[in-house]
């Protein structure tokens, strides 16, 4: 019997969706697992591939439509029905109005969602990260020609590759449908052809307005939302990493034929998991009204990419070694760029990480990404001025800041779980007890 492909909710503030790009035509069969489309929604760009086999029988919701979530986008045939007698059945479902806009009540949703977007995370040093709640890949405002008048039809994609490479759409010449702009043309532009042009400045006397992107509206609702609702308090330490970062100097030396470089971030990261095993008052989410305590540390690590952050998850990261987090960090990130990262893998945070230190970042405060109830700010690891033994010396010191939530964690409590956390770091033999 045919089925409805309804617009999936991908997250809890969701209620619409855009409908970017069908990967898959009208008419074409479909195998289980296989990509059908690119949804956007207020958080992402997420990829949404089919539960059964069948055929795609008919687009309701064509490209660049905005459904709400629960309505019809496409109708699949499943059974031994042929493809005109699903498109039938989708007129007599639609009341007789068999147009492409039409939005009938829904069947059970029939697709499932993956998450994609570049991240800027380089897999050697820290991770470069930010501390907004975790958001993913939006659209930037339409761009336009050289006279401003008319819109230029990009896709999503197409245009966030151009951002990365300073290049104007306006001096592209788009091969998708109906003359629409889309990867491969950013991949097949050729410098030395035509200039490429990065933001302007604004000049002076001049100003400029933007439109914010569905991303950065979402990264601005949460961060109000998790300031004025989280009474945050900070509490800051400063810690020696002189040994830890001989000890990673070693053990690079030792991964070098395995082709695996470990960062200081990976070590804090372990370092932060043991910590949270002992305290699980910090591995913990707050409702509202229940503290849910977690055995296992499902660390969030906030990632920049253009205009906003995604937070890949690693879980049980307590059970891993600090060469497995380098991989399986690795891992996350190549596959996001990939379009791959399955919506698990950006789910279920039991605490985050925001680490600036690539960017040489001293000491900031981070903001909570709730329902969690701490998150740990890291600064930049470099020589310090520290008294030892009476004597200024050199040592290379490393700042962290915890924020936390005091309707449920108290002072001593987070006092204790960085006291732990600093003890594992000066002590880095600690990791392999």
């Known amino acids: 019997m045919p089925t409805y492909v309804n617009m999936p909710q991908l997250s809890d503030t969701m209620t619409e969706g855009k409908v970017v790009k069908w990967v898959k035509k009208e008419g074409e069969s479909v195998s289980a697992g296989t990509i059908i489309a690119e949804v956007e929604t207020d958080k992402a760009v997420m990829e949404m591939e ?15 439509d905005t459904v709400a979530v629960g309505k019809p986008i496409a109708v699949m045939a499943v059974g031994k029905e042929s493809v005109e007698e699903a498109r039938k059945w989708h007129t007599q479902q639609a009341g007789g109005q068999a147009s492409s806009a039409a939005a009938p009540s829904p069947a059970p949703a029939k697709a499932a969602p993956r998450s994609s977007g570049p991240i800027s995370m380089e897999p050697e040093p820290e991770t470069e990260a930010v501390h907004q709640p975790p958001v993913a890949v939006a659209t930037a405002p339409p761009a336009r020609n050289d006279n401003g008048e008319r819109p230029i039809r990009v896709s999503p994609l197409a245009r966030r590759m151009a951002a990365e490479k300073g290049i104007d759409v306006a001096l592209l010449h788009g091969s998708g449908p109906n003359g629409r702009v889309i990867q491969r043309d950013v991949a097949d532009f050729k410098p030395a052809a035509a200039a490429t042009l990065g933001p302007a400045p604004v000049g002076s006397g001049k100003k400029e307005t933007i439109e914010l992107t569905k991303m950065r509206l979402a990264i601005a609702k949460q961060l109000a939302l998790s300031k004025q609702s989280i009474p945050h308090f900070y509490e800051t330490v400063d810690v020696d990493v002189q040994e830890l970062s001989h000890l990673r100097e070693g053990l690079n030396k030792r991964l070098e034929k395995q082709n695996v470089r470990v960062s200081l971030g990976d070590f804090v990261s372990k370092a932060v998991a043991m910590a949270l095993v002992d305290h699980p008052a910090l591995n913990a989410t707050f ?22 952050l995604i937070v890949p998850v690693l879980r049980n990261i307590q059970a891993l070694s600090v060469k497995e987090i380098r991989q399986r960090s690795v891992d996350l990130v190549e596959r996001a760029r990939a379009q791959r990262l399955k919506r698990d893998e950006m789910t279920g945070a039991t605490f985050t990480v925001s680490n600036l230190g690539a960017y040489g970042v001293r000491e900031f405060s981070a903001i909570i990404n709730p329902p969690e109830v701490g998150i740990l700010a890291v600064g930049g690891a470099a020589k310090r001025a520290v008294v030892r033994d009476e004597e200024i010396v050199a040592r290379t010191m490393m700042t962290l800041t915890l924020s936390a939530d005091h309707r449920v964690v108290d002072g001593a409590t987070a006092a204790e779980f960085l006291r732990t956390l600093k003890t594992i770091l000066e002590e880095p033999g600690m990791m392999w007890a």
Not at 287 to 308: E, F, K
């Open 50 to 64: 089919s539960f059964d086999a069948g055929s795609l029988a008919q687009i309701v919701a064509r490209e660049g």
């Open 287 to 308: 409702d509202g009204t229940t503290l849910t305590r977690y055995g296992d540390v499902h660390l969030g690590m906030a990632v920049a990419i253009p205009d906003g």
